[in-house]
């Protein structure tokens, strides 16, 4: 997974990832389900070697079926691979459980035939709210990353152009890793291709939080960009409420929050508001679908709309999520040719949306730059 791009706080020179492939037979055959760790984190193997794999080969088929319904359960699935853990400690074990439990619903969207869009749609529910339909969701690329030969305006510039060009709703560059004084001259770049400022979003990742550089938020909020993301550290609610309180740009974060527990405090104490900031929690790195949708839920039930939700990370599970439940968008590396650039070749990306097929399952197999990664495990 070498890449020579950084943000304000680490280098993905290093970065390793995890492929999992699941098996599951039914009546209707077999089906292979693939499932790929998410971006900014390092892979899950030992993990998924020591406890999760080995938990769930040693389950009973009737451990995973619903005893009234006598169907599969997901839920059930879930609780064997979550078998003897404690409560907390939300850290790695999060994103193995993800990797492994997106393979099962790639795997379960085959065997029914359906994209798992679709699927989601039919047994979960789009959100009823007039929006966007199921099987499509707005789309926005990220990129505007630190390169070891150090973008200039000029770079932004260009990524931001071909971003809108390949019909992106709106583009988000990496800020507080230069000085205050480059970092002003791309978010002006991308401004000016962009020919709003709405256009433009920011992601500090969580480089704010001294005095010298709280100067510098004052002086983004000045931009009026559409969000500024993660200013601060994901787990310091009183610095977001801070943080919050003494700008008026409105502020993205949550892709560090891996459980449902965690959501509950974000929500409570970190000064957020539905309906202007939003939240992108990493599905596949928050324990999977199971436990977002219990996010969506308490979330739900505090006031936000599912269309406050816009999950991190440009995967294709988020990709279905967002378009089969109803969710605010889909973010993806517009530019870069990496595992999360783009979407798989049979969606299609026009005027600000993304158009799903109805292929089966998750569409891995239709994106090269991921799929690739799976050579020598389908035999």
């Known amino acids: ?17 995890s492929a999992v492939v699941v098996e599951i037979e039914t009546a209707k055959g077999r089906f292979k389900g693939l499932g790929f760790s998410s971006y900014g984190r390092y892979g899950h193997g030992g993990l998924l070697n020591e406890r ?46 993800g990797v492994i439990e997106t393979a099962m619903w790639d795997a379960w969207a085959k065997s029914e035939d359906l994209p798992l869009w679709a699927l989601l749609a039919r047994d979960v529910g789009h959100a009823d709210d007039g929006g966007v339909a199921a099987g499509e ?5 990220s990129g505007g990353h630190y390169r070891n030969d150090a973008v200039d305006a000029q770079d932004i510039a260009d990524e931001a152009r071909k971003c809108f060009d390949d019909g992106y709703a ?9 000085s205050p004084v480059l970092d002003n001259k791309r978010i002006e770049a991308a401004i000016r291709v962009a020919g709003a400022s709405q256009l433009i979003a920011v992601d500090a990742n969580c480089s704010f939080g001294n005095k010298e550089l709280d100067i510098y938020l004052k002086q983004l909020d000045q931009f009026a960009l559409r969000w500024i993301e993660e200013p601060v550290n994901p787990l310091d609610y009183e610095a977001l409420t801070a943080t919050i309180k003494s700008i008026q ?57 599912r269309r406050d939700f816009i999950p991190h990370a440009g995967h294709q599970l988020a990709l279905h999520v967002s378009s089969g439940l109803g969710l605010g968008g889909h973010e993806t590396a517009s530019v870069l040719d990496t595992p999360f650039s783009s979407v798989s070749v049979d969606t299609k990306i026009e005027d600000g949306y993304a158009y799903l097929s109805d292929k089966p399952g998750i569409g891995i197999e ?14």
Not at 263 to 269: A, D, E, F, G, S
Request: proline letters at 3%; glycine letters at 10%.
């Open 1 to 17: 997974m070498e890449s020579e791009t950084s943000n304000a706080a680490i280098s993905f020179s290093t970065m390793t990832a």
């Open 52 to 97: 999760f794999i080995p938990r769930l080969l040693n389950a009973q088929p009737e451990d995973l079926i619903d005893q009234v319904e006598g169907n599969f359960s997901m839920l059930n699935f879930w609780d064997v691979l979550m078998q003897n853990e404690k409560e907390g400690g939300h850290g790695e074990r999060s994103g193995a459980v």
């Open 137 to 141: 969701t707005v789309i926005y690329g």
């Open 170 to 178: 709106w583009f988000k560059i990496k800020v507080g890793g230069v």
């Open 249 to 305: 740009t409105p502020v993205a974060t949550g892709e560090n929050i891996f459980a449902v527990a965690d959501v509950v405090n974000l929500l409570r104490y970190g000064g957020l508001t539905p309906g202007r900031d939003t939240l992108q929690m990493d599905i596949v790195l928050s324990y999977g679908i199971t436990e977002f949708l219990r996010m969506l839920s308490f979330a739900e039930s505090g006031g936000w709309s």
């Open 366 to 379: 239709y994106k090269p730059s991921l799929y690739k990664y799976f050579d020598g495990m389908l035999n």
